[in-house]
């Protein structure tokens, strides 16, 4: 998908894997400036080779003192991806306290406190932008051992509404994405086994995972005008999953 984003200022956590990483990169491309945030400064080294002029961040965002730090000041911002997120593996019956604050603090309360300090500056400036949470067909669907992470993305979902609700009015669009394993390191992780991966991928009517680029190519059109109508819904990239 070819955007133009000059201009415009961007900011992207989880920047430095995956589905973020390559949106810095796509954002980069298409002439906005782009803020990379993400806990491990070795990627956003990498990452700023790779696309020089982006400003690097390294904060653990399920620390908010230390968010708050890194990013209070940070200036204006009209593109908000929010990306990261953990995955944190255990049965429910074995959640701890440590998995359950850990996975809440970084997939859900990250995006309260980054959106917030966003919004605000928006708001301040009288100008409209668009928020995108990047969500999972984990918000409709459970899995074993991922009752926390299921949760996060459910709870994700209405999140997303009730941002778009109370800051329609200022001109900022909120939406989600929500695919199926996507073809990362860590999908392909997921995907290794071959009797698993066969069997998730029967479960898709397209018989197929989600590629990198058709996560970013929603991300990008969300955050774009083509989409100015278009807030408080989530895209489903998850080769038709949800309607098997």
């Excluded at 070819?2 to 390559?22: E, P, Q, Y």
């Excluded at 990379?36 to 080294?45: E, H, I, K």
């Excluded at 990261?84 to 019956?93: D, G, H, N, T």
Aim: aromatic share 4%.
């Amino acid at each position: 998908m070819k955007l133009n984003f000059s201009g415009l200022r961007s900011l992207v956590t989880g920047a430095g894997k995956g589905i973020g990483r390559d949106t810095v990169k796509a954002l980069h491309a298409s002439g906005a400036k782009v803020v990379a945030v993400t806990r491990t400064n070795t990627d956003l080294v990498s990452l700023a080779k790779e696309c020089p002029g982006i400003e690097p961040v390294c904060v653990d965002l399920g620390d908010w003192e230390a968010t708050e730090k890194a990013l209070g000041d940070i200036g204006p911002v009209d593109l908000l991806v929010n990306n990261a997120a953990v995955v944190l593996k255990q049965p429910f019956l074995n959640i701890t306290k440590e998995a359950f604050d850990r996975s809440f603090n970084v997939n859900l309360r990250s995006v309260f406190q980054v959106s917030q300090i966003v919004a605000r500056d928006m708001i301040n400036r009288g100008m409209a932008g668009s928020i995108v949470n990047v969500s999972s067909i984990a918000a409709h669907v459970t899995y074993p051992g991922l009752t926390t992470y299921c949760s996060t993305k459910g709870a994700m979902t209405m999140l997303t509404k009730a941002m778009a609700m109370e800051l329609g009015p200022h001109k900022i669009r909120v939406n989600s994405v929500n695919p199926t394993v996507v073809l990362t390191d860590m999908g392909k992780k997921i995907s290794a086994d071959p009797d698993i991966g066969r069997k998730l991928k029967e479960r898709h009517p397209l018989r197929k995972f989600a590629e990198v680029e058709d996560v970013v190519n929603s991300i990008l059109f969300l955050l774009s005008d083509s989409s100015a109508s278009t807030s408080g819904s989530g895209i489903l990239v998850d080769a038709g999953y949800l309607a098997s």
